[in-house]
């Protein structure tokens, strides 16, 4: 589904991704740890389409079509989903509205007249169970005056909305209290199907307790330098990233 | 010279006096400047009664030893008033029973401006009283309002057969010598609207008027007057495009209202005239006097409008609260882009008790352009239990453009409450990529936020009206980020 090789990117000609190669295929979950400032956000960024990145060599297939010819919002109507790190408020614009123009949005693009308001309210009550949502979050602004966890949570609850086929977790975990975690986790793991695939950027390998990965990656200085299973994340938590600095 | 060359010379001479100017297709244009002699010439081309041109007479002594003023926040090359022309009309006044009988071209520019008079009535049922440059050509739906009593026509129209009530009103609101703009305006207006609204009479239907810059080098000044009488309600819709010009065009309207016990009166204005090229060359200046006066009690004013367009805008819709118990309201979406500047807002002058006012206003300002807000709200001496809410808002696309906020307060009663709130945001490349990431497109997303932002003030226009408004600020807007 998804084939980055050898990835070099800058960033005000500071090259921050040195490198980078991974492949994902259908039906798996990969998650990515590694230390502050390594790396993990930008990929994300770069796989989402955000600007300012300069990609100074490397390829990025999804389903086999170049993703870097792709504008942002393309990439993401053809089923590629970030939840951010730092979700942004947007004065103004209530949930409904907001998530009802990209769920037309991405039916638009593939060919299907707009949903019909019935059909969408059901979805959102649907989803907004899924991830136990408050009500009168409908209407208000998106992710205004949201709690750090509730902006977490609306992250995983868009992602249900849109159901996409790639989703990249950036920390969705952290900000997020016990209960939290495990209704966010739960959401991801119902989402889950043989079809899509997710990668899960955390610091912590209690996340993975709930989302058992496929592979786990340890990411430093640009680049994955190992890959394990789940225990590797239980090993790191125990060794921490020295290890890799000699490296 | 012989007897023949001097009659032929005569000829000419009173022939270029009588009609004389350049005639361009179907126009007709006073000659430059402005003059005693040009205000009489216009009146008279109007059929005007004689105390119409004393009134204009008046008003164009007073400007004439006036100075135009200047502003702190608004930046504009001096413009030439003897370089204006100060009537451009249709050569003859068609009478017109249907709309077959407007010239295709101009229902072509209407079309392109997304204003077709024929949906307009089928669909909406609005009277319109077009105004195509200075003169009318067009007036619908008279029979309707007719029956009510209401009188819905032409500046011109209304001087000449109800020149009673126009003569009782006009200046009454903003008397000649008001400001410079005003002056000029009472000394030259070409046309406008008129409308009176009997006792007791809810006007079935938006009035609307489209008004529409067509002659390079004229200026343009409307004049409307409108009158609600006791307990009458109306709401009228003002607006206008302008197609593209390389030259300024000064455009000085002048708006009054009157309401009476118990009337109301919703005034609402889109306006985009044209705001000059990408490098700011060219567009519409637009110095506008807006005012509005509750003379009864209880009586209400709200004023509602979008300004998208002029190079430069300098307008306050304003209220006088005289009676007691009376609202004033200004609800305002002021968009500027390129270079534009504005300098809106509006004044609440609190006289009578318990008078109250409601001040809504969001500026957006892109590209390089400078948008300010300035308000005064004034309370008087004997407006007991006066109140008045303020809400300035302000969004910032990039980096380059300016948004400021005058909020100007007088009160001179201890028993009024006064507020005021501010606020401003920015739309950044985070926020637009936090869109694009969910599959929406920026400009749809930048749509997005806007309406979002006017959402208090777009849901005070009318429907219709609305609907229009939301695809202006989307256009005045495209390509503004990123
Ligand atoms: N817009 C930017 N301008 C300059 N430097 C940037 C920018 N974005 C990221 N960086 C730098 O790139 C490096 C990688 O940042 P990134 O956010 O990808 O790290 P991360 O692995 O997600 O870290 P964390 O675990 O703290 O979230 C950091 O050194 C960061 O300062
Ligand atoms: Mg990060």
């Known amino acids: 589904m998804l084939q980055i090789k050898n990835l070099h990117v800058s960033i005000d000609g500071r090259e921050i991704l040195k490198g980078f190669s991974l492949e994902i295929n259908k039906g798996e979950i990969h998650a990515i740890m590694g230390p ?23 390829e990025i297939l999804f389903n086999g079509e170049n993703l870097l010819e792709l504008e942002a919002h393309e990439r993401a109507q053809k089923g590629l989903f970030l939840a951010f790190q730092y979700p942004v408020e947007i004065p103004g614009v209530s949930n409904a509205n907001f998530l009802k123009a990209a769920v037309n949005e991405q039916r638009k693009a593939m060919g299907l007249e707009p949903i019909a308001p019935g059909e969408f309210l059901k979805m959102m009550r649907e989803k907004m169970e899924l991830v136990e949502m408050k009500k009168d979050f409908i209407s208000r602004s998106v992710n205004q005056g949201f709690s750090g966890g509730e902006k977490k949570r609306n992250e995983i609850f868009q992602m249900a909305m849109l159901n996409p086929q790639l989703a990249i977790l950036d920390e969705t975990d952290s900000g997020l209290d016990i209960d939290a975690l495990r209704i966010v986790a739960n959401g991801v793991n119902k989402l889950h199907t043989p079809e899509n695939a997710f990668i899960v950027i955390t610091h912590y390998q209690r996340l993975l307790d709930y989302i058992v990965p496929d592979f786990v990656h340890v990411m430093f200085d640009g680049k994955i330098v190992k890959t394990g299973d789940k225990n590797l994340a239980l090993e790191l938590e125990a060794k921490g990233y020295e290890q890799f600095e000699l490296a | ?20 100017f350049v005639t361009d297709i179907e126009q007709e244009f006073a000659p430059k400047g402005l003059s005693e002699d040009i205000v009489r010439f216009i009146s008279a081309k109007k059929e005007e009664p004689e105390w119409m041109l004393e009134w204009r007479l008046k008003a164009f002594r007073e400007w004439q030893k006036m100075t135009e003023p200047h502003w702190a926040n608004v930046h504009f090359p001096k413009v030439d008033f003897q370089e204006i022309i100060y009537y451009a009309a249709p050569k003859v006044k068609p009478q017109l029973d249907s709309l077959d009988q407007v010239d295709p071209e101009i229902l072509k520019t209407f079309e392109k401006l997304g204003i077709s008079l024929d949906e307009q009535k089928r669909l909406s049922g609005v009277a319109m009283d077009v105004v195509f440059d200075s003169v009318s050509v067009k007036t619908t739906f008279q029979e309707t309002l007719k029956e009510k009593g209401i009188i819905f026509c032409s500046m011109s129209d209304a001087i000449k057969n109800h020149g009673e009530l126009v003569k009782k009103y006009i200046g009454t609101v903003v008397p000649q010598k008001d400001n410079f703009y005003a002056a000029l305006n009472s000394a030259v207006f070409s046309d406008g609207s008129f409308c009176y609204i009997p006792k007791g009479v809810r006007c079935p239907m938006e009035l609307s008027t489209y008004f529409r810059i067509n002659s390079a080098g004229s200026g343009q000044f409307e004049r409307t007057l409108l009158i609600a009488d006791e307990g009458a309600y109306v709401s009228y819709l003002e607006g206008c495009t302008a197609p593209q010009r390389d030259e300024n065009q000064l455009h000085a309207a002048v708006v009054e209202l009157i309401a009476f016990d118990n009337a109301e009166i919703k005034y609402s204005t889109v306006q ?42 300098w307008k306050y819709p304003s209220c006088i609260l005289a009676g007691d118990n009376s609202i004033g309201e200004f609800y305002s979406v002021a968009v500027t882009n390129g270079f534009q500047q504005a300098d809106t807002g509006t004044k609440m002058i609190h006289i009578g ?3 109250k006012s409601r ?12 948008n300010s807000y300035r308000g005064l709200v004034k309370i008087h001496k004997k407006a007991e239990g006066s109140r008045n809410f303020s809400q300035c808002d302000s969004l910032l696309m990039g980096d380059q453009c300016g948004a400021h906020t005058f909020p100007y307060l007088e009160v001179s009663n201890k028993t009024a409450k006064v507020e005021h709130e501010a606020t401003t945001s920015k739309i950044g490349e985070d926020m637009l990529f936090y869109f694009q990431q969910r599959g929406i497109d920026e400009e749809t997303a930048v749509a ?5 932002f006017c959402k208090e003030v777009m849901d005070h226009l009318p429907m219709e009206f609305a609907v229009e408004a939301k695809k202006l600020l989307e256009v005045s807007l495209e390509g503004s980020v990123g």
Do not use: H
């Open chain 2, 1 to 20: 010279m012989s007897n023949t060359q001097d009659d032929i010379l005569e000829e000419v001479v009173n022939a270029d006096y009588k009609y004389g």
């Open chain 1, 36 to 58: 502050n400032g390594t790396g993990k956000s930008t990929l994300g960024n770069v796989l989402a389409g955000k600007d300012g990145y300069e990609i100074t060599s490397g």
């Open chain 2, 359 to 370: 001040i809504v206003s969001k500026g957006i300002s892109a590209g390089k352009s400078q």
């Open chain 2, 272 to 313: 985009n005239w044209y705001p000059g090229n990408k490098d700011g060359v060219g567009g519409v200046y637009n110095f506008v006097t807006k005012r509005g006066m509750c003379k009864g009690n209880s009586s209400k004013i709200s004023w509602t409008q979008v300004e998208t367009g002029s190079a430069i805008t």
């Open chain 2, 448 to 452: 997005m936020i806007v309406n979002g």
């Open chain 2, 353 to 355: 008790k318990n008078t």
